[in-house]
């Protein structure tokens, strides 16, 4: 059977739902979102471990207290989402060495201004454009110490604010915030979804979002209907469709296009990297390691790069959770995702035993998100190489005919961020909306002269 509305969003995500709320509060009650996994949030996402509400994807309120309002900070206060500060800037004076010393805070700054001052120096020679120094200059700073490869992972991988302007710090401030609430970073897009979704008892009942619908392929063509097909045989039509699949979806074959997508189109979509971030959560019998503000995140200095680098403590977000965290990104991401949370477990807990001794307890329990080989994600969010034009982000934006683009990837601004999400799903509804309202217009001039 078909099914048919003026609009088909696809993916439940912060864009997904932002973008149909615009639509249903200007008048376009009747669409339809089309969600591939069982629950809405996409990369926002908690799952039960340890006693705890942990968060597999989004963790942080990036961009609070500067000069303009973060509007995911303010859906936070208007919903009550408990947070809690973090602050990474302490994280280079708690660097361990393989022996369980931490290096002197004099060594760690003077490593962390020199990686600082190399990497600026980088960025000014790749906008000069000048490969030749690029090259040698390069070779001259390459990091090769533990220290030096921690921090420029920790730079690099975490903190290039200190490098280059970030529009999310520099307009929403500089501060994070650590969600910590049972209910789950995704309360917002409860509350969100609340507001334009029939509701009951905290579940969505509304026909208008169907979960578990894959969608695997989208029929187009300028002037007449869209129709998208779904894994399980589902069709559905519409006038409009707004798809939100991430970035890493789009470079795959998940969802075929007929016609297939312009070349402009997916050339760009191929230039924008995709970022894996994966956070390990270990669940012990009792805390061995140092607490207190000042300690939250500690970082270990191995002769690999990004091997089990940055760790944090779940102690100011759950006091008594005994909770390590652990960030691995992408080359490593993918190793430990392709091997058993077993092996994950006993490489952890041998890195942990370098810097806390050998008679630490051992875990009693692992979680490993696997956001590459999640064939609804591939990945945890885009990248666009530092020096490219806003064309690449401009170009995977621009609808192609009936099909509007939304997502983090699609915030020039803000991509890689929740806001990002929320910020470019209200642009897309919005410019949809306008774009309905001038054909509803000319169709009425039409009607009138006929
Ligand atoms: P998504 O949330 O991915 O939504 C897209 C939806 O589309 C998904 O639900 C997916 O299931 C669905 N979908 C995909 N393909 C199909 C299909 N074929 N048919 C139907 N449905 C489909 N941001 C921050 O601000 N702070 C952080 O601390 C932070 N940390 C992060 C850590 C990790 C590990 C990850 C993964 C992300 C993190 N982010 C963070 C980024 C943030 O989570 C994302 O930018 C944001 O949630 C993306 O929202 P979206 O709506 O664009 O995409």
Redesign the pocket.
């Known amino acids: 059977s078909r099914r048919r509305s003026s609009v088909i969003v696809?993916?439940?995500?912060?864009?997904?739902?932002?973008a149909a709320k615009v639509l249903a509060e200007n008048g376009v009650e009747d669409l339809v979102i089309?969600?591939?996994?069982d629950?809405?949030?996409?990369?926002?996402?908690n799952e039960r471990f340890g006693g705890v509400s942990a968060?597999?994807?989004?963790?942080?309120?990036?961009?609070v207290g500067g000069k303009e309002a973060n509007p995911?900070w303010e859906l936070a206060s208007q919903s009550g989402l408990r947070t809690c500060f973090s602050d990474y800037s302490n994280a280079r004076y708690n660097i361990y060495d393989r022996s369980g010393k931490i290096f002197p805070s004099g060594v760690a700054a003077d490593s962390y201004k020199k990686a600082v001052d190399s990497a600026i120096q980088n960025l000014k020679n790749l906008e000069d454009n000048d490969d030749s120094i690029n090259v040698t200059s390069e070779h001259h700073s390459a990091p090769k110490t533990p220290i030096e490869l921690a921090i420029d992972f920790i730079l690099h991988d975490f903190e290039m604010a200190e490098v280059e302007p970030i529009s999310?710090y520099v307009d929403f401030g500089e501060r994070?915030f650590?969600?910590a609430d049972e209910r789950g970073?995704v309360h917002l897009l409860h509350k969100m979804a609340e507001e334009f979704l029939f509701t009951s008892d905290d579940k969505i009942m509304d026909s208008r979002l169907q979960l578990n619908?894959?969608?695997?392929e989208i029929q187009h063509s300028r002037n007449g209907v869209v129709v998208v097909k779904?894994?399980d045989g589902c069709v559905y039509e519409a006038n409009y469709v707004i798809l939100?699949?991430?970035i890493g979806?789009l470079q795959s074959d998940?969802?075929s296009f007929k016609p297939p997508l312009p070349r402009w189109k997916t050339e760009a979509i191929e230039k924008c990297d995709v970022m894996?971030?994966?956070?390990i959560f270990l669940k012990f019998p009792y805390k061995f390691w140092p607490c207190g503000p000042e300690k939250e995140f500690f970082i270990y200095a191995h002769e690999r790069r990004g091997y089990y680098t940055f760790w944090q403590h779940m102690e100011n977000a759950y006091p008594g959770s005994n909770i390590l965290v652990v960030t691995l990104t992408n080359g490593e991401s993918k190793r430990v995702e392709a091997q058993s949370d077993e092996e994950t477990l006993e490489e952890a807990m041998e890195v942990l035993r370098d810097m806390f001794g050998p008679s630490i307890p051992n875990a009693t329990d692992i979680l490993v998100?696997r956001?590459w080989n999640?064939?609804?994600?591939r990945?945890?969010?885009?990248n666009y190489p530092i020096i490219s034009d806003n064309q690449v982000v401009n170009s995977i934006k621009a609808p192609v005919g009936r099909i509007f683009f939304?997502?983090?990837?699609?915030?020039e601004k803000?991509?890689?961020?929740?806001?990002?999400?929320?910020l470019?799903?209200i642009d897309t509804g919005k410019t949809l909306v306008e774009k309905m309202n001038k054909e509803k217009e000319r169709d009425s001039e039409n009607q009138n002269q006929n």
């Open positions: 696809i993916g439940a995500g912060v864009s997904g739902i932002s089309l969600e591939a996994s629950r809405i949030g996409g990369r926002i996402r968060e597999l994807g989004a963790g942080w309120i990036a961009g995911v999310t994070e650590l969600v970073y619908k894959v969608v695997r779904t894994e939100s699949a991430s979806v998940l969802i894996v971030y994966t956070k998100p956001w999640n064939r609804f994600q990945g945890s969010y885009s939304t997502g983090e990837h699609t915030s803000f991509n890689g961020y929740v806001h990002g999400g929320y470019a799903g």
